[in-house]
């Protein structure tokens, strides 16, 4: 079946737009994660949504950035007043539930750079 | 605060060669450990996992070693191949609150020559 996700592949964007980056994950998998990936970096956590539980926005660097996920399904992260360092690779992971780490399938990415 | 690290920032070997590719992690609570294979252009791919309660576990042509006591991590990759060449993260997770999120290493870059 289809995997994980995401749009549009790469965002260029000017200091200070705002910018919405989408993640359509695996059908069925009630867990989506977000997660920032700056260049020659790990991961780094930004939020994650379960079902129709509160997201856990622990991640998230500033509350220049929030997440949504409308349905249970597709999820859109929006940063506001881009700046500089908000340049990265932008990845969004789902999961059948959110014990199952194991089975955290990974999207793509989106690439966002800001001039 | 605490975080998860790698030794090596690249690993270059010949075909053929096995490969160990290393993490140390500094949480304490940490009790499950994923690593992760990354392509260019890609998203991470699991590779093996391995929980607190084992030193050892192994997976077609790789095994996870954990050592609680020194707080490492390595993966070892049996008869590397051109196509293994990828960066390669280890991650952790302390579970209760932290339950369902993922603590990424820098990564290391594996560079696998014919």
């Known amino acids: 079946g289809a995997g994980v996700s995401q749009s549009p592949s790469n965002k260029v964007t000017e200091k200070g737009k705002d910018v919405e980056l989408r993640c359509d994950p695996i059908?069925?998998?009630?867990?989506l994660y977000w997660y920032r990936q700056s260049l020659g970096q790990g991961l780094e956590f930004l939020i994650y949504?379960?079902?129709?539980?509160?997201?856990?926005k622990s991640g998230l660097p500033s509350d220049r950035f929030s997440a949504e996920r409308t349905g249970g399904s597709v999820s859109t992260l929006t940063i506001q007043r881009t700046q500089q360092e908000d340049s990265a690779v932008y990845l969004c992971?789902?999961?059948?539930?959110?014990?199952?780490?194991?089975?955290?399938?990974f999207g793509p990415g989106t690439r966002l750079t800001v001039t | 605060g605490e975080s998860v690290g790698l030794h090596l920032p690249t690993l270059s070997v010949q075909e053929g060669d096995n490969s160990i590719i290393n993490c140390a992690y500094s949480?304490?609570?940490?009790?499950?450990f994923i690593w992760y294979k990354q392509e260019s252009g890609k998203g991470p791919q699991f590779i093996i996992d391995?929980?607190?309660?084992?030193d050892k576990r192994q997976g077609q042509r790789v095994t996870v070693l954990l050592n609680k006591t020194v707080k490492h991590l390595s993966l070892q990759i049996a008869a590397t191949q051109p196509g293994d060449s990828a960066v390669y993260f280890c991650?952790?997770?302390?579970?209760?609150?932290?339950?369902?999120?993922?603590?990424f290493g820098q990564g290391t870059i594996l560079t696998v020559h014919p």
């Open positions: 949480n304490s609570a940490s009790d499950y």
């Open positions: 391995i929980r607190s309660n084992m």
């Open positions: 992971a789902s999961s059948p539930s959110h014990g199952s780490l194991s089975e955290q399938y």
């Open positions: 991650a952790e997770n302390a579970g209760g609150t932290s339950y369902g999120k993922l603590t």
């Open positions: 949504f379960q079902g129709n539980s509160a997201p856990d």
């Open positions: 059908s069925g998998h009630t867990a």
